[in-house]
């Protein structure tokens, strides 16, 4: 028997991002533990076969609610479609993101601002329009999915860290203002993941050693390595809990 503090059953979760990867893998973990899902992207087509997938994960229901987390527009009517299908909002998981990799002096514009949009400014739109909801409810649990490089950095990906820096920072006022309302913010910290998009790293035998060696732990993390904190910080076992980000990254932050 699972003590009581860790007891989700029946909350209801929106996950951004979460057709692949690390945010179905988080979605999943919810399902699993008796959460009512609403997965978010923009590709109505993936979401719906994401949603089949978790259909048989556990007995949560599982809803999709395609909007651009990028849109302020799309992001208000977005949330709203997804407290008509499942109630209202009790936790929130702000994981849509994405990489893009090249020296700095060669990053374009364009790709500044996508990354700046995609990893940043959703968490703050997705944020804003659900805690507007859940502040006259006087509870809530926002956990913002930062990175490993919330906190370090290679060379080839400062605008993913910046963004990913200013995510960490976005996490401790989103405390700071809505904390004394009842509403717990948080960020998860994955360090390197086996996922999709890190296959082409995986394939890197260079890059591949070089993790395995400078991670304590000796292996790239698994999706399912994510779930057991994220468990941790949208139940009532955080309730104290505000503005902190947990790294779930085999310790490579800990080390030289």
Not at 221 to 243: C, H, I, K, M, N
Request: charged residues 20%.
């Amino acid at each position: 028997m699972s003590h009581p503090l860790f007891d989700v059953t029946g909350r209801t979760a929106l996950v951004t991002g979460s057709s692949r990867g690390i945010g179905l893998a988080l979605a999943r973990g919810l399902v699993q533990a008796g959460c009512a899902v609403m997965l978010n992207g923009r590709d109505p087509e993936r979401l719906a076969a994401a949603a089949g997938e978790l259909a048989e994960a556990g007995p949560g229901p599982v809803h999709t609610v395609p909007f651009d987390v990028t849109d302020a527009g799309s992001v208000t009517a977005g949330v709203a479609r997804a407290e008509e299908l499942a109630g209202p909002i009790d936790i929130l998981v702000n994981n849509a993101g994405a990489q893009l990799r090249a020296p700095l002096q060669d990053f374009s514009d364009g790709d500044w601002h996508r990354l700046l949009d995609t990893n940043l400014t959703s968490a703050f739109l997705v944020g804003r329009e659900v805690a507007r909801r859940m502040l006259p409810r006087g509870h809530g649990k926002i956990v913002n999915v930062c990175s490993l490089q919330s906190e370090v950095v290679r060379p080839g990906i400062a605008p993913y860290a910046a963004t990913k820096g200013a995510l960490k920072m976005l996490t401790k006022g989103m405390c700071a203002d809505w904390g004394p309302h009842g509403i717990q913010v948080n960020g998860l910290g994955p360090g390197y993941i086996a996922t999709e998009l890190t296959a082409p790293l995986r394939a890197d035998e260079r890059f591949d050693a070089w993790v395995r060696g400078r991670t304590p732990a000796g292996r790239w993390g698994r999706t399912e390595d994510l779930v057991g904190a994220l468990l941790f910080l949208v139940s009532p076992a955080s309730d104290f809990v505000g503005g902190q980000v947990l790294y779930v990254d085999g310790g490579m932050t800990s080390v030289l």
